[in-house]
């Protein structure tokens, strides 16, 4: 689980940066931008959620 | 690279003497809020961490990091060119200290980077081994922060996304909100996850044992400090970073008081609703969160907007806690919250208030999304792999004799008496 969160993470920069760089027009750009971070924040919640530790080990 | 006026340069120097007392500030408040035990250590790590940090930075960092204008790898895509990294001369060749554009962005750096190399050794207290604290605080220094650096300050892709794609004024960031703040927190944040909560921390059942810190005075003595150095950090970031006039001083000393006021006086309401009584070290960390959340835009907001950016600031800080406390992870100082969580806070809060040009907040969210999806991986992949060769936990039983004992030989305060809080669990 940790590793895809990681991919996501970087997954959302790249959709980011790709829409900076190759659509022109504001409003898709934006909504480009937008969805990459929502990808960003749902790799973030998967890396959260793998370092969580099991009951027994806390 | 524009040249300073006299006022400029001697205000210039002037806020740059005072931004040391921001890092000694942190020092206090992250020993502060430690376990009596292990205090000479966390000092003597705030002094190592900048050293080696100031060391990393002058050999290789600055390099990477580069000025705007100057030499730098880029790559080319539809057009448009991409800095990703600075390509000056290791070792300072080339920089002259004579008080020029450079050399004070130089010795603003310098400070600069020993701040954000403070910043983990908040969340990884009473457990975090000395050494690798200083191995960790050179892949800080030489790698991820010159990296940012170089994207929001010197000439990179962030900092040209206002002239390259239209969206305002670039990627502002005046004060190292992401640069120094973000870039510290999230570092902050790998480290409680590959270090672990301390002994006892939780429960088996999820719950989380309070372990409060040992000298409250030390905490809110750091925030006294802390101020003095953030009002420099922001001046002179202001002048150096965003070409701004001397005669905005007043206006950055206004706001940075206003937003870290109201943060604390926020935390100090929120905490005394939920808990029934005002929480000195969560208004300690609220009062820090203000003047991280602020410093991104103080030159360029109005007061009123200021006021707003330390209200969110100062509820952010308590929830943020309490939510890091229940998903299990361990920061003793609050360093995710105040450092990584505020920062955040005062990127966006940027791309919101301020107007003078359509599309700052695309590239606000630009930068907070190079911060998530690079720096972030980036930092934690690089303190894993260190990890792997040297084990940067400190071993059960130095946890348990105090990280003084174990690591130095000696205590910060031999002839009274230390909590025994560990034995509790």
């Known amino acids: 689980m940790k590793p895809a969160g990681f991919l996501l993470l970087v997954a959302g920069f790249v959709l980011v940066a790709s829409a900076l760089a190759l659509l022109p027009s504001a409003a898709a750009r934006n909504a480009f931008m937008l969805a990459g971070l929502a990808v960003e924040i749902l790799g973030f919640g998967l890396v959260f959620r793998a370092h969580l530790p099991p009951r027994g080990e806390r | 690279m524009q040249t300073l006026s006299g006022n400029a340069l001697v205000i210039c120097i002037f806020s740059i003497i005072l931004v040391p007392l921001a890092g000694t500030g942190l020092a206090l408040i992250n020993t502060g809020l430690g376990r009596s035990r292990s205090a000479a250590h966390a000092m003597l790590s705030a002094l190592c961490a900048v050293a080696v940090a100031a060391f990393v930075y002058f050999v290789i960092g600055f390099a990477w990091q580069g000025v705007y204008g100057g030499p730098a790898h880029s790559f080319t895509v539809a057009g448009k060119s991409w800095s990703w990294l600075g390509a000056d001369r290791f070792m300072l060749r080339g920089v002259t200290f004579d008080g020029s554009t450079i050399s004070l962005i130089v010795c603003l750096q310098f400070f600069s980077v020993g701040l954000a190399a403070q910043i983990p050794l908040g969340s990884g207290a009473d457990r975090w081994r000395l050494r690798a604290i200083c191995a960790s605080s050179a892949l800080l220094a030489g790698v991820t922060y010159p990296l940012f650096a170089h994207w929001a300050w010197g000439g990179g892709w962030l900092s040209q996304l206002g002239m390259q794609f239209g969206l305002g004024n670039g990627f502002i960031d005046v004060g190292g909100a992401g640069a120094i703040q973000v870039v510290g927190g999230l570092t902050a944040l790998s480290m409680t996850w590959i270090l672990g909560a301390r002994h006892g921390k939780f429960e088996p059942s999820g719950m989380s044992a309070a372990v409060p810190g040992h000298n409250t005075v030390f905490v809110l003595l750091g925030c006294m400090l802390a101020f003095l150095g953030w009002l420099g950090l922001d001046t002179a970031g202001a002048i150096l970073f965003a070409a701004a006039e001397p005669t905005r001083i007043v206006l950055i000393a206004v706001n940075n008081l206003l937003a870290a006021g109201t943060a604390m006086v926020s935390s100090v309401i929120l905490t005394g609703v939920r808990f029934g009584k005002p929480d000195a070290s969560l208004a300690a960390n609220g009062f820090i969160c203000g003047l991280v959340a602020v410093s991104c835009s103080c030159a360029m907001i109005s007061p009123l907007f200021a006021i ?64 998530l999806g690079v720096i972030f991986p980036l930092t934690y992949g690089l303190n894993w792999l260190l990890n792997l060769v040297y084990r940067q936990r400190v071993s059960l039983d130095g946890e348990r004799h105090g990280l003084d004992m174990h690591e130095l030989g000696a205590g910060a305060y031999p002839e009274s008496a230390q909590s025994n809080d560990f034995l509790h669990h």
């Open chain 2, 308 to 371: 707003a950016i330390g209200m969110v600031a100062g509820l952010i800080v308590p929830l943020s806690v309490e939510w890091l406390d229940r998903l299990l992870v361990d920061d003793p100082g609050g360093a995710i919250s105040v450092h990584a969580v505020g920062g955040l806070w005062g990127l966006l809060a940027a791309g919101l208030f301020v107007h003078n040009k359509p599309g700052q907040w695309a590239a606000q969210l630009a930068g907070v999304a190079a911060l």
